[in-house]
């Protein structure tokens, strides 16, 4: 069983660009989740996609997006990239079923530098 | 406004004790709550769930416990080990349409003594 995995693993970036990351699901899952974790907090939820739709947005705007493909593989796209947008990225993939959904299985995250 | 909170922002054990992390949260709609694991460089990784039909839930060293009425959950290790040492995070997730988005705590930081 293949876990997710993340790419690429750290990023520098200027205030103003844009930046894609990118995610593959574990295998079997048809569910993917972003989050942001600032340094000392705790993971933030961005945003869901369950069959390619986005399923449920937390407290972040519109520059970021996202897009869910058909092998359920992610990306999270930011736009005009500000300081305060520094952070560890996870991806985490689940299976929306009957019977789970909850937990959901993290990848090693992409560490993401705004200068 | 943070729904769920780890008030403790570091504990540290002597191996073969018993460690307990504590939770609390103020949203009533949570109906799943679950720990997670972080090591440095690397992704949470999930340890144990509670569904709040329940209140506790066993799985090997690890044990939660769920008071739904005081709104505080806890993890137990015993007897915690150095390689238990990492972050522990507090996530907690509601029914409807929040199915299977987690809200986190700020994570406690465990540190066992050999």
């Known amino acids: ?115 | 406004d943070q729904q769920v909170k780890q008030n403790s922002p570091s504990l540290s054990v002597q191996e073969g004790r018993i460690s307990i992390l504590n939770c609390d949260y103020t949203n009533s709609m949570f109906d799943y709550f679950l720990w997670y694991k972080k090591y440095p460089a690397e992704g949470p990784t999930f340890l144990i769930s509670i569904s709040s039909i329940k209140d506790k839930n066993e799985d090997g060293r690890f044990t939660v416990f769920l008071n739904k009425s005081a709104k505080h959950l806890s993890l137990h290790i015993v007897p915690s080990q150095p390689g238990d040492s990492a972050v522990y995070f507090c996530a907690a997730s509601a029914g409807g349409t929040s199915y299977g988005k987690l809200t986190f705590g700020q994570g406690t930081i465990l540190t066992v003594h050999p």
């Open chain 1, 1 to 115: 069983e293949t876990g997710v995995t993340q790419s690429p693993t750290h990023l520098i970036k200027t205030r103003g660009q844009q930046v894609t990351l990118r995610c593959s699901s574990q295998s079997g899952h048809n569910t993917v989740s972003w989050y942001q974790q600032a340094l000392g907090q705790g993971p933030q939820f961005i945003f869901q996609y369950y069959r390619e739709e986005e399923n449920g947005r937390g407290n972040f705007p519109p520059r970021f997006s996202g897009l869910q493909f058909p092998n359920y593989s992610s990306e999270l796209n930011v736009n005009a990239l500000e300081l305060d947008d520094s952070a560890l990225y996870l991806c985490a993939s689940s299976w929306a079923g009957t019977l789970g959904g909850h937990e959901q299985y993290f990848g090693p995250g992409t560490r993401l530098t705004v200068t």
